[in-house]
């Protein structure tokens, strides 16, 4: 277990680089010159002056191979620089505004989890019954209703109409219920559907029969083995989910005036705050890389079946 996250580690390594290239590369070639673009959020008149001096400041006038040099130490030292906008440290602003999104992501991802899990799991045992029937319902809703605009019909419905909960912010567990519900519905119909998929191929296995044939329980067989073992796909598109929730409740955020990191983001792609979009995408790409190894680790406990020599080849 430890080689394997080792290397699963140092593996990280290169990834990160590779970003950080991307990401220098399409900030260079993007028609927004840094220096331009924080003159502009501060009202000063660029003059030409004042743009060499800025460029001086930032190290444009520097050869590329050194800006990028110094760019991977700034992010290595969690350093992005002051935002344009607010002249405050980057990674002070996004620390403090990186809790709020983490809680609504978390509150969405556990929402999903109580509700697919036992949705998706007695919809295949019945197949074709009430519950799959409903299970497909709610499935074709969250695939096609757009997220925003489910957002929307909750707050006119739940707040506007019958005045349950609130509009906007945070403060209280009734400011997580609707953007929660929003976020999570999109993940059920996946989840459902997908562990619904697994435990049909599970219970078609030989080692479902040969349990019966011993006269185990069928709960335990259920339990013990079928869940077991179906639940292992569903707990992968929770790891890519996670990530994406952590960085991309953007839209939701905005809807529901939610406090967090996603609504920060817009507001600097609007202002073209530079260090806080390099901020952005950096840490995006770390979430998604420690939560997809995160996801390995637990499938490795969660299925017998997968060799942890193998994946550590892998």
Not at 75 to 99: C, H, K, Y
Not at 198 to 227: C, D, F, N, P
Not at 263 to 280: L, S
């Amino acid at each position: 277990m430890a080689t394997y996250i080792s290397k699963r580690l140092l593996a990280v390594i290169p990834i990160v680089l590779f970003a950080i290239l991307l990401m220098f590369i399409l900030i260079r070639l993007s028609p927004v010159d840094p220096a331009e673009a924080y003159l502009s959020a501060a009202h000063i008149h660029p003059t030409d002056e004042i743009l060499a001096e800025k460029r001086h400041e930032f190290g444009l006038d520097q050869p590329l191979w050194m800006q990028y040099v110094q760019t991977v130490k700034g992010i290595v030292l969690l350093d992005f620089g002051n935002s344009f906008v607010t002249n405050t440290p980057v990674w002070q602003e996004v620390a403090a505004r990186m809790p709020a999104t983490i809680q609504l992501a978390l509150s969405s991802i556990l929402l999903a989890i109580a509700i697919s899990i036992p949705l998706g799991f007695f919809s295949a045992v019945y197949k074709n019954g009430a519950i799959d029937h409903f299970s497909r319902l709610l499935s074709f809703l969250g695939a096609s209703i757009p997220q925003f605009w489910l957002g929307y019909l909750l707050i006119f419905l739940f707040s506007v109409k019958l005045d349950l909960f609130p509009v906007e912010g945070k403060g209280t567990w009734q400011h997580f219920v609707l953007p929660s519900l929003t976020l999570s519905l999109a993940l059920i119909a996946v989840y459902t559907r997908l562990l619904r998929a697994s435990v049909l191929e599970e219970l078609e296995q030989q080692y479902v029969l040969y349990a019966r044939t011993r006269g185990i329980k069928e709960k335990a067989i259920m339990g013990k083995h079928v869940l077991k073992i179906a639940i292992a796909p569903m707990m992968t598109g929770l790891g890519m989910n996670l990530g994406k929730l952590l960085t991309g409740t953007i839209i939701i955020e905005q809807v529901f005036s939610w406090p967090g990191f996603g609504r920060y983001f817009v507001e600097a792609i609007f202002n073209r705050d530079i260090p806080v979009i390099q901020c952005y995408v950096m840490l995006a790409v770390c979430l998604f890389v420690i939560c997809n190894l995160i996801v390995d680790i637990v499938q490795m406990y969660m299925d017998p079946r997968i060799s942890l020599k193998g994946r550590a080849q892998f």
